[in-house]
């Protein structure tokens, strides 16, 4: 069994060497970032239309990092970590701030951020106490966060000013995608409580093996 630094470094192989700031995925990692507090302020000057177009470009960045890194096979530990720090970053700006301007119900950033909360101090926990540092994204995690995208998507797009976009799929996918966010948001909590003790008692495990 594989400790946490062998994981993380089987994770890494095969990795093209490169300066991990000029590596294009993390280029455009970077931009996501430096795009948000635009998105924060579009939204709080309820500029809703060119909102959506940010966001737009944010989603099509994060989607393209990934498939970059495989490509042109640049995937970096600081990529690793920068982009779920990015989409944390990003959502939870504007899970904040449409909830502070009365856009979104509070109970739903109250979940996101109950489940973010845990989730680091879990995180921390096991770092500071194990060997473990790949904290790896798990499937329902991914479901997630990606749900979280589509369901800013169309909040946004449904306070847009234009009459174009005020049609009942636009509002129906808003209410559904906040639902499954929620949803997901709370079955991938529970998942990663899970999968972190399991881990901590394989680590257990093996730590009692090695004595």
């Known amino acids: 069994m594989s400790t946490g630094r062998e994981a993380a470094d089987l994770n ?7 300066n991990p700031l000029l590596a294009a995925p993390n280029l455009l990692t970077m931009v996501r970032i430096a795009l948000t507090p635009f998105l924060v302020i579009t939204v709080l000057e309820h500029r809703f239309a060119l909102a959506f177009g940010l966001f737009l470009v944010a989603a099509i960045t994060d989607a393209m990092d990934g498939t970059l890194a495989r490509i042109l096979r640049q995937r970096t530990r600081l990529g690793q970590y920068l982009d779920p720090i990015a989409d944390k970053v990003m959502l939870s700006s504007l899970f904040l701030v449409l909830t502070w301007m009365g856009v979104l119900e509070p109970r739903i950033a109250a979940v996101v951020f109950g489940r973010d909360i845990g989730m680091l101090l879990v995180a921390w926990i096991l770092y500071n106490t194990t ?3 790949d ?3 798990t499937f329902l ?3 997630n966060s990606f749900s979280q995208v589509v369901a800013i998507g ?3 797009l449904s306070q847009t000013p234009d009459q174009a976009w005020a049609q009942p ?3 129906e996918g808003r209410t559904i995608s906040l639902n499954v966010t929620m949803i997901l948001t709370v ?3 529970f998942h990663y409580a899970l999968v972190a003790s399991r881990r901590l008692e394989l680590v257990g495990n093996h730590d009692r093996k090695a004595e």
């Open 131 to 133: 060997s473990l540092r």
């Open 187 to 189: 079955a991938s909590g």
């Open 169 to 171: 799929w636009v509002n």
């Open 154 to 156: 169309f909040v946004l």
């Open 141 to 143: 995690g991914k479901a």
């Open 12 to 18: 890494l192989s095969g990795i093209t060497p490169v």
């Open 135 to 137: 904290f790896h994204p």
